[in-house]
C-alpha cells in the first residue's frame, strides 16, 4: 500500500508481479522478444506546434509544445502527469478521435516535454493553471470554443485549479483520472525515496521504454514507445554516469568500478565499453522531479473541495475505489460527479487502457450532449 501512494503522486504504479525492483537485473523470459522501437507522435496526432505566450514576470516569450488533432467539434484540452509530457496522450487520442465528434489539444506543461520557459523552476500549481488559459487564448483568441480540460495526476490537480481560477471561460466539463488529495498527500512523505529508486540514466531510448514496460510504470507497450520519448532526453555528453547510479540491466548504465591490478583483459573490455558508450546516446529524465518537491503539496492540498466546487459537470476516473476520500465519498454519494472505477490498470490509467477511458469519456460527453458519436461507430 505505501509504494501505490508513492506512486500516485506521479504517473506510475506498484510493479507489476515479476517486475522490476530497486536494484535488481531485468531478465528476459523465454519466448519472442518484444518490439521497444520508438513510435512518432505523428502516427496519433495530426498536427505539432509551439504556441508562445507572454511572460508576465521577465522579458521575453514561454514557448509550449502541443499536439493537436480534428477541425470540428468540442476540444478536449489534454494535461500530463508529473514528469511525463504530451505524448502519453498519444494513442488515446486516436481511440477517442475515432469515438466522437471533437479536437484534441495535448500540450506539454512548462519545463515538462519541449516545451520552454523562462522560469522553469516554477512549477506552482497557479502558475500552471495560468499557462493553461494562456496557450487557450494564444491557440483560440477571445472567443474559444467549448473545452473538456482532462487531466492525470499532476495534470489533473492543475486541471481543477484552472477551472476552479476560470481561466477557460468556455469550460464545458472537467474530467480528472486518477489522482484524489487524500492518497497523494500521503505519498509525499516518501515520494523522494521512489524517486531515488529509479535508475537516472539509460543507454538508449529503446532501453528506457524497456524499463518503463518491464518496471511496471507504463503497461502498454504501444502507448510507451511513444511516449517515453517525452520523458527522457539526450544528455549532451555521451558519458558514464556518476558512482551511485541505479543498476537494473543491460539497457541502464551502471556504476562505473576502479579496482587496483586489473589485468589485462578487463582494462580491454573496459575500454571497449567506454568506447561504444560514447557512441551512444545516453539518455536520462527532462525532469528533476525531486527538485520539484517545494510545490507538491501546493498541487494537491485541497484539491477535493476544490474539485467539488467546481460548477461544470465532472467525471472522476479511478484505477481503484480504495483511493475515494472522505469528501469525495460524499460528493459521490449526493450525485456531484460522476465516477468510474477501471479495473486491472496501473496509475496510467489513459496509457494502460486507451480503449476503457475513452468510451468512459466518449459516454460523458454525448450524455451531457457535449457531442455526438461519430457517424459508424457502435458505441
Given at each position: 500500500?505505501?509504494?501505490?501512494?508513492?506512486?500516485?503522486?506521479?504517473?506510475?504504479?506498484?510493479?507489476?508481479?515479476?517486475?522490476?525492483?530497486?536494484?535488481?537485473?531485468?531478465?528476459?523470459?523465454?519466448?519472442?522478444?518484444?518490439?521497444?522501437?520508438?513510435?512518432?507522435?505523428?502516427?496519433?496526432?495530426?498536427?505539432?506546434?509551439?504556441?508562445?505566450?507572454?511572460?508576465?514576470?521577465?522579458?521575453?516569450?514561454?514557448?509550449?509544445?502541443?499536439?493537436?488533432?480534428?477541425?470540428?467539434?468540442?476540444?478536449?484540452?489534454?494535461?500530463?502527469?508529473?514528469?511525463?509530457?504530451?505524448?502519453?496522450?498519444?494513442?488515446?487520442?486516436?481511440?477517442?478521435?475515432?469515438?466522437?465528434?471533437?479536437?484534441?489539444?495535448?500540450?506539454?506543461?512548462?519545463?515538462?516535454?519541449?516545451?520552454?520557459?523562462?522560469?522553469?523552476?516554477?512549477?506552482?500549481?497557479?502558475?500552471?493553471?495560468?499557462?493553461?488559459?494562456?496557450?487557450?487564448?494564444?491557440?483560440?483568441?477571445?472567443?474559444?470554443?467549448?473545452?473538456?480540460?482532462?487531466?492525470?495526476?499532476?495534470?489533473?490537480?492543475?486541471?481543477?485549479?484552472?477551472?476552479?481560477?476560470?481561466?477557460?471561460?468556455?469550460?464545458?466539463?472537467?474530467?480528472?483520472?486518477?489522482?484524489?488529495?487524500?492518497?497523494?498527500?500521503?505519498?509525499?512523505?516518501?515520494?523522494?525515496?521512489?524517486?531515488?529508486?529509479?535508475?537516472?540514466?539509460?543507454?538508449?531510448?529503446?532501453?528506457?521504454?524497456?524499463?518503463s514496460v518491464k518496471s511496471g510504470q507504463i503497461r502498454n507497450i504501444e502507448s510507451a514507445r511513444v511516449s517515453?520519448?517525452?520523458?527522457?532526453?539526450?544528455?549532451?555528453?555521451?558519458?558514464?554516469?556518476?558512482?551511485?547510479?541505479?543498476?537494473?540491466?543491460?539497457?541502464?548504465?551502471?556504476?562505473?568500478?576502479?579496482?587496483?591490478?586489473?589485468?589485462?583483459?578487463?582494462?580491454?573490455?573496459?575500454?571497449?565499453?567506454?568506447?561504444?558508450?560514447?557512441?551512444?546516446?545516453?539518455?536520462?529524465?527532462?525532469?528533476?522531479?525531486?527538485?520539484?518537491?517545494?510545490?507538491?503539496?501546493?498541487?494537491?492540498?485541497?484539491?477535493?473541495?476544490?474539485?467539488?466546487?467546481?460548477?461544470?459537470?465532472?467525471?472522476?476516473?479511478?484505477?481503484?475505489?480504495?483511493?475515494?476520500?472522505?469528501?469525495?465519498?460524499i460528493g459521490q454519494m449526493q450525485g456531484k460527479f460522476q465516477m468510474q472505477v477501471l479495473p486491472q490498470c496501473?496509475?496510467?490509467?489513459?496509457?494502460?487502457?486507451?480503449?476503457?477511458?475513452?468510451?468512459?469519456?466518449?459516454?460523458?460527453?454525448?450524455?451531457?450532449?457535449?457531442?455526438?458519436?461519430?457517424?459508424?461507430?457502435?458505441?
Amino acid at each position: 500500500m505505501e509504494k501505490q501512494l508513492h506512486l500516485n503522486l506521479l504517473a506510475s504504479r506498484p510493479p507489476m508481479p515479476g517486475g522490476f525492483q530497486s536494484s535488481s537485473k531485468m531478465k528476459m523470459g523465454p519466448g519472442r522478444r518484444r518490439d521497444f522501437t520508438p513510435l512518432s507522435w505523428s502516427q496519433y496526432f495530426e498536427t505539432m506546434e509551439d504556441v508562445e505566450v507572454e511572460n508576465e514576470n521577465e522579458n521575453g516569450k514561454d514557448i509550449f509544445r502541443v499536439y493537436c488533432s480534428g477541425a470540428h467539434g468540442p476540444v478536449l484540452l489534454l494535461l500530463h502527469g508529473g514528469g511525463h509530457s504530451a505524448l502519453s496522450w498519444a494513442v488515446f487520442t486516436a481511440v477517442i478521435y475515432s469515438r466522437i465528434n471533437c479536437r484534441v489539444v495535448a500540450m506539454d506543461l512548462r519545463a515538462h516535454g519541449d516545451s520552454k520557459v523562462k522560469n522553469s523552476e516554477d512549477l506552482s500549481a497557479d502558475s500552471m493553471a495560468k499557462d493553461i488559459g494562456k496557450v487557450v487564448e494564444a491557440l483560440y483568441g477571445e472567443n474559444p470554443p467549448p473545452i473538456m480540460i482532462i487531466g492525470h495526476s499532476m495534470g489533473g490537480a492543475i486541471a481543477v485549479h484552472t477551472a476552479a481560477a476560470n481561466h477557460i471561460p468556455s469550460l464545458l466539463g472537467l474530467c480528472v483520472i486518477d489522482v484524489v488529495e487524500g492518497t497523494a498527500m500521503d505519498a509525499l512523505n516518501s515520494m523522494q525515496n521512489f524517486l531515488r529508486s529509479r535508475p537516472k540514466m539509460f543507454k538508449s531510448l529503446e532501453n528506457a521504454i524497456e524499463w518503463s514496460v518491464k518496471s511496471g510504470q507504463i503497461r502498454n507497450i504501444e502507448s510507451a514507445r511513444v511516449s517515453m520519448g517525452g520523458q527522457v532526453k539526450k544528455c549532451e555528453e555521451s558519458t558514464r554516469s556518476p558512482v551511485g547510479s541505479t543498476s537494473i540491466g543491460e539497457g541502464i548504465i551502471e556504476e562505473e568500478e576502479d579496482e587496483e591490478g586489473e589485468d589485462e583483459s578487463n582494462k580491454k573490455r573496459m575500454k571497449e565499453d567506454d568506447q561504444e558508450t560514447k557512441k551512444e546516446s545516453v539518455f536520462t529524465w527532462r525532469v528533476d522531479l525531486a527538485k520539484t518537491e517545494k510545490y507538491w503539496e501546493g498541487w494537491f492540498k485541497g484539491l477535493s473541495s476544490l474539485f467539488l466546487t467546481c460548477s461544470v459537470p465532472k467525471l472522476l476516473l479511478l484505477a481503484g475505489v480504495d483511493r475515494l476520500d472522505k469528501d469525495l465519498t460524499i460528493g459521490q454519494m449526493q450525485g456531484k460527479f460522476q465516477m468510474q472505477v477501471l479495473p486491472q490498470c496501473g496509475h496510467s490509467v489513459h496509457e494502460d487502457a486507451p480503449e476503457k477511458v475513452a468510451d468512459a469519456l466518449a459516454t460523458f460527453m454525448v450524455r451531457h450532449k457535449f457531442t455526438d458519436f461519430k457517424d459508424g461507430y457502435m458505441c
